[in-house]
C-alpha cells in the first residue's frame, strides 16, 4: 500500500530522520524527454525554508535518479542539453538523501503520543514506529510524490495537458474569485501561493499571525487540469474524480475533496447545474462547467477542477496535554521547527498528485481499443 | 477497474436494461454466517418506488447468490433457520435479473446526448454505448455494492462494528445536530431518512416541491462507523480516509468527499482542532474527535465520521437543448421515471460502501504482524 | 485471488455443484465482434461426454452473457447475422448452469479426504468445504475459464493471433514430430485431440486400456501461438514466459510447464540452442526458435511454443484408503463418473489460458509509448 | 510489472551498468528481527567471481538498507548485538551501487542484437535500450530479489519455514538420489553448489570443460521448503504452484518449472501416484509426496518440492553471427565477462523467490479467517 497508480506506478519508501526518502516508478512510457532541473525545481517548491511563512528548517533536497533514464544525445543526437535524459521504459529508481537531521529535537518525544499526530496509531498498528520528525508520517515522504509527480507532468505536457494549482484559502481568507478570472502565473510570485495578489497579502499576513501565536491554520487549494482528452477514467469504481480524489486525501493533513461545484453545489436545482452541449467551432462542449469536467467518471475535454481541504498543521509551538506509550499523563513541548499552514507547500504535492493520476488514466486509456 | 477493494473485493458487472446486474465477491472471510433475509432488505432500501420522494419505477430487485455459500445446518448444526448460511471463502457470485424494463421509453435518446450525464463520455471512449437507461452508467450498478455490502456489514457485526449513514442535508435544509444527540434508530422512520424528524419532513416537503417542478436537488448523507479498532487504514497511499474517499466518489452523482471536520475545519486554528489524549478507565483514547476517527489515515477507535456531497440528478422531467451524435442540435424530452433527488437511496450505498472498506482494511490489518 | 490478468481481466465463481459456475470478465477491448457460436464450440470442445475416452457426465453447459456486449447490427449496420455481437467496454458478466447434478453421488464423501484432491487442504484451510463434486476445486471451474478464453481468442483473431494446443502425450506414448510438420487442422479429428493420428491411434487405445483397470493416466499438451508481434510481455516479474507458466499451472492438474527447448535443454550448449537474427525478405528473425518465439521474457515474432504436464486425475474407479475428518480409517470408493484422462479435454483450457495472457499482454504493450 | 507479491511485495529497479540496482519492500510484517550480516551472506551466494566456475567479474555488492528498520536494541531492549535490527512494517528501501564497470566492454555491442539475448526484443518494445551490460535484462536485476529474499527467509525462519535449493544438473550430469537421502548442509561445501559431492565433482569438470571450449551448459535447480503449514496458496488462479512458476520463470534463463512428479510423472498411472492419507502420531498426513507438497493448489503440509530448468547462457566466449539494429549483417565478439554455466549463482536467486512466494502466501493465508 506504499504504490499508487495502475500503469504509471510510484512505490515510495522512506523516514523523515532515516537515511533517505526514495521510490520506484514502474511503467513510464519509453521516449520521454526529462529535464533534470524542472524535476529539482518542483522539489525547491516542496521544500521547507523557502520563506517566513513556511519551517525554518532546511533540506538541500536533491534528487538523484538511480535508473531508467539515458542521456538524450545518446538516443535523441539533436538534443542540445546534457541535462536532458531520456525515459527508457524500464522504471526508475531515486533516492533524496536526508540531512540537517536534528534528530535530538525528537528524544524528548519517544514514547509520547503528540496529538491530532499518528504516533498512537502507528504504534498500535505496529506494535514499533520510528519517533524521529514523525518517521514515515512525515510529510517528507511526500518528496517522492513530487519526483514522480515532476515526471509525468513532462509526459503529459508532451500531450499538451497542464495541471495548476494554487491556495485558494488560508483560514477564513478565501479567493473567491472564478478561476478563469485568475492569472495562474502569478500564483509563483508570492510566498503563499495565490494568484489573486490582493488576497495573497492578507493570506500572509493571517499566517503570520498565526505562527506568532505559536498556532496553525488550514486551508484549500484548487487545481486545474486543462489539454486533457474525452474519455480519461473508468466508469464505475476508477472514476476519474474518485481516483483524483484518493490521491489528495492521501496527501498528509487533507480532510476533504470536491470537484466541479462540489458541497456546494448540493443546494443547487438540477436545471441550474446541469452543462448543456453545444457544437460550434470548437466541436462538440459544453456551455459550462459545473461538472468540473467529469461526466460519468470520465472526463469531457472541458478543465477538470477540483478542490482539496488541509487541516491546520497538527503541530503547534505551544505546550500540549498527553499520555505517553504507557498511559502516563505528560506534556508535549516540541521543539523541532514546522510549518504555521501547510497550504504553500501543499500546492505542488497537489499538481504532482493530479498529473500521476491523470497520465495513468491516459495510459490506461490506451487499452479501451485494441490496436493494430 | 470494475473491481473494489484488496482483500475482500468486489467485482461488478451490468446494464440498466441488460439481462441482470451481479458481481462476484473475493476474499469473504470463511465461515461467517449470513442471513439472506437481511441481504435483501438491504436492497429494498435501495430500490426505487419506495416512497413518493423517489422514481415510481418498481423492481424487484431480488439477489440470487449463485456460490459461496452453504447451509448453515450443515456446518453449524445449532442453526435455527433455514434462511441462515455460511460463507466458505470460495466467491461468492450473484446476479439480479433485470425486469420491469421500458426500454422503449429510451428510443428516442439512442444517439442523443443528455446533459449532465455519461453518454456524451462513454460514447466517444467505447466507441459505443447501451443507450437504454444509462446502461453501465446506471444507478442500477449499485445493486451489486448493495449485496456485496451486506454482506460485508454481517461481517463486521461479528466483530462488533457498525454503519450507520443517513441523510444529512437537502438542498438548503441540513440537519445541524451533532451526530452523537440523534437517535439514528428513526433514520428508517421516514422516506428521506433523516434521524432528526423535523428536519426529516422539511426535506421532504422541498423534494416534493422540487419534483413538482420537473427539477432535481442535491444534498448531503453523512456516516458514521462505530467499534473499529484501532489501526485500520495503510499509513502513505492507503490511507482509511483515502480508501473511504474513493469508495464514496465512486456513487454515481457524488461530487465531493470530507471526513472529521473537512473542509469547515480548515478555518479552524490546530489549537482549536487538536485531539487531547487522555487514558482513563476507557484506556487511551482522544477526549474530542475532531480527527474523526482516523489520524494519520489509521483508525484511532473513536467512531469514523464522514459526508458525502451528491448533485442534483441530471434527468429532469423538463425539456432541454442538446446536440446527437453527429452534433446536430436537438431536444431531450425523457420519458423515463426517475427521482428527483438522490439522498433517500444514497443512505444504504454510502452504508454498502463504507461497510466493504473498513472490512478490507480490517482484513488487511491481520497482515501487519506474523502469526504463528 | 479468483481473479486472472491485468488488463484483460477474468474474475470466475462457482462450485461443482452448487447453482452455477460464471464470472466477469473486465478490460475487455470496445468494438470487438463476438460470434456466440464459437464460444459456444469452446464450450463443447471442454464438456463431459464427448467420447468414450471422458467421463460419462452429460452437461449441457450452456453460457448466458448478462452484460458488455450489443447487437452487431445495432452499431454495426452491415452485420449479416443476429448472432453477431460487439462488445462494448464494459464487463462482461456470464453464467453456465450446473446440471445433471449427482449430489447424491457425493453423501459418502461429505467427512472423507480423498488421496491426492483438494479436499484435505481446503477444509484445513477454510474449516468448511463443498464436498459435492469437489466444489470450487472441480475441473467444472474451468468452464469459466473457456468462456474468456472463446472471446479472447476472437479479439485475438482481429489481430492476426492465433492459438492451438494438442495431446503431445499420453503416459508413454508422445508425438515426437516437430509441430511444423504437423497438420494442426487433423488435432480436431479424433478424440483424443492429437494431430498426429497414429499416434492418436496408440493414446486412444491405452487410455481405454487405463479405463478398464479403474486407472487414469497423465499426458503432456503442447501449444503453438503464431501471429504475436515483437515485444509483448514484461521484462522482469511479468515475463511473457512467466505469466504463461502461472495461467498454465493454475490448471486443475498441471504439474509442469516449459516453454522453447524447456527441460531437455538444459544438456545442450549455448552454441547449440542460441538462435541466430539474419535479415531477409522477412525482415529480422531468427534462423531458429530454440527460444520458444520469447527472448528476455518478450516476444520476439517466432511462434511462441510451450507444453504443460498434466498428471493422471486423482479419482479412481478403485478401492483407497483414506482418513475422514475426525482422521478415522476409512475407504474412498468414488461413484461419480470420471475421466481416464485429463488431456483430451485440457486441450481447449490450455488454449483458453493462453488466448486470455496473450490478449492481456498485448493490451498491456499499447501503454508501453505516450500516444498522441 | 516491476513488482512481485501480493502482500510481501518487491518492487525493483535498475540497470547492470547505471548507478544502482535496488528495490523497495512493501508489506513486510512488523517486528521481524533482521540479521544484516545473513542479507549481505545470501549477495555474497549470489556475487560473481566465488570460483573459477563462475565470471570472473569483481562486485562488491554492498547493500544499504535506506528505510523500514530500526536497531532492534531501540525496540527490544535484551538484543545482544547492534548488527540486528527489527523491520517496523514501513517500506524498506535499498540499494547496491554498482560498481567495476566495464561499460566499454559494450561499445561495440551499442547497435547489436545479441543472438538469443534481450536486445532485439528490448530494442523494438521500447524503441530505445541500455545497452551496456544488458541494462535492465542483466542477471544483476536478481541483486533485488536475492535482498529481499533473504529478508523473507528471516521471517519466515521465525515460523519454522525453511527453503533450500541446490543444483541437481548440470548438462547431463544429474544427481539422481532423491533429495530425502541427501545432506543438505553439504549444498556450500562445494562451487558447484550439490550436496552429492561426487555429482558435484563431475558437473565441476563439465563447466570448466564447457568454459574451456568459450561455451557454455545449463542445468536444474531443485527446491525443497520444509516447515509449512497446511493452508498456503489460493485455489484458483493462485494456486501455490502457479505463484513459485512465475516466481521461478521469471528468473533470467529459466525455461521449465516442474513440482512433484512433474513431467516426469505423465507416465504414470493415478494409482501409483496418489498420496495416502493415514493418522498417526504426526496427525493427518500424507504417506507419500508425490504431490510435492501441494494439493489443489493448497499446501497439504508436507515438504514442497520442486524444479528450474536454466537454459545454457547465451554469452559465448566465441564469434557469432548477428545483425545489427539497422539489420546489416555483423559479428558478435563479446569482452563481457560471463559465466559458462548459470546454475551455481542461480541456487541463491531461487531461494530468494521461493522464500518471498512462500512468506507472500502466508500473509494472505492470515486473511481466511476474521480474527477478533
Redesign the interface.
Known amino acids: 500500500?506504499?504504490?499508487?497508480g495502475?500503469?504509471f506506478?510510484l512505490?515510495?519508501?522512506?523516514?523523515s530522520h532515516?537515511?533517505?526518502?526514495?521510490?520506484?516508478i514502474?511503467?513510464c512510457?519509453?521516449?520521454?524527454t526529462l529535464d533534470l532541473d524542472l524535476i529539482q525545481a518542483e522539489l525547491d517548491r516542496r521544500k521547507p525554508g523557502q520563506s517566513r511563512l513556511t519551517t525554518a528548517r532546511h533540506e538541500s533536497d536533491c534528487v538523484?535518479?538511480?535508473?531508467?533514464i539515458?542521456d538524450a544525445e545518446a538516443?535523441i543526437p539533436e538534443s542540445e542539453s546534457g541535462k536532458l535524459k531520456?525515459t527508457?521504459?524500464?522504471?526508475?529508481?531515486f533516492?533524496v538523501r536526508n540531512a540537517d537531521h536534528h534528530s535530538s529535537d525528537y528524544d524528548s518525544l519517544r514514547d509520547v503520543?503528540r496529538?491530532?499526530?499518528?504516533d498512537?496509531?502507528?504504534f498500535?498498528?505496529?506494535?514499533?514506529?520510528?519517533h524521529r520528525g514523525g518517521?514515515?508520517?512525515s510529510a517528507r515522504?511526500t518528496i517522492a510524490r513530487v519526483v514522480a509527480g515532476a515526471i509525468a507532468k513532462q509526459?503529459l505536457r508532451?500531450?499538451g495537458i497542464e495541471v495548476r494549482a494554487w491556495t485558494a484559502?488560508v483560514?477564513?481568507i478565501a479567493c473567491s474569485r472564478d478561476w478563469t478570472k485568475l492569472d495562474l502565473d502569478l500564483t509563483e510570485s508570492n510566498a503563499v501561493r495565490c494568484p489573486d495578489l490582493q488576497v495573497a497579502k492578507q493570506m500572509e499576513e493571517l499566517i503570520l499571525r498565526?505562527k506568532s501565536?505559536g498556532?496553525?491554520?488550514?486551508?484549500?487549494v484548487t487545481c486545474v487540469v486543462t489539454g486533457c482528452p474525452?474519455?480519461l477514467?473508468?466508469?464505475?469504481?476508477?472514476?476519474l474524480?474518485?481516483?483524483l480524489?484518493?490521491?489528495m486525501?492521501?496527501i498528509n493533513a487533507a480532510?476533504?475533496?470536491?470537484?466541479?461545484?462540489?458541497?456546494d453545489?448540493?443546494?443547487?436545482?438540477?436545471?441550474?447545474?446541469?452543462?448543456?452541449?453545444?457544437?460550434d467551432s470548437d466541436?462538440?462542449h459544453?456551455l459550462t462547467n459545473?461538472?468540473?469536467g467529469i461526466?460519468?467518471?470520465?472526463?469531457?475535454g472541458q478543465p477538470i477542477t477540483f478542490r482539496v481541504?488541509?487541516?491546520?498543521?497538527?503541530?503547534?509551538l505551544?505546550s500540549?496535554?498527553?499520555?505517553d506509550i504507557h498511559?502516563?499523563?505528560t506534556t508535549v513541548n516540541p521543539k523541532g521547527r514546522h510549518d504555521p499552514c501547510v497550504l504553500p507547500r501543499a500546492v505542488p504535492i497537489v499538481e504532482a498528485m493530479a498529473a500521476m493520476t491523470i497520465l495513468d488514466a491516459?495510459?490506461?486509456?490506451?487499452?479501451?481499443?485494441?490496436?493494430?
Open positions: 500500500m506504499n504504490s499508487f495502475n500503469i506506478r512505490t515510495s519508501f522512506g523516514e532515516g537515511a533517505a526518502i526514495g521510490g520506484v514502474d511503467g512510457p519509453a521516449g520521454i538523484e535518479l538511480l535508473s531508467g539515458l538516443s531520456v527508457t521504459g524500464t522504471p526508475i529508481g533516492i503520543f496529538p491530532s499526530h499518528a498512537y496509531t502507528y498500535t498498528k505496529y506494535g514499533i514506529r520510528d518517521g514515515r508520517s515522504e509526459a508532451q500531450v484559502q483560514g477564513e498565526v501565536d498556532d496553525t491554520i488550514g486551508g484549500v474525452v474519455g477514467g473508468e466508469p464505475v469504481f476508477g472514476k474524480h474518485a481516483q480524489g484518493a490521491a486525501l492521501s480532510k476533504g475533496f470536491e470537484y466541479g461545484e462540489g458541497f453545489g448540493v443546494a443547487q436545482r438540477g436545471s441550474q447545474q446541469n452543462d448543456i452541449f453545444v457544437n466541436g462538440i459544453t459545473h461538472s468540473g461526466q460519468g467518471g470520465i472526463s469531457n481541504a488541509f487541516k491546520p498543521v497538527a503541530t503547534l505551544q500540549q496535554p498527553t499520555v498511559g502516563t499523563p491516459y495510459l490506461l486509456n490506451q487499452t479501451v481499443r485494441l490496436q493494430q
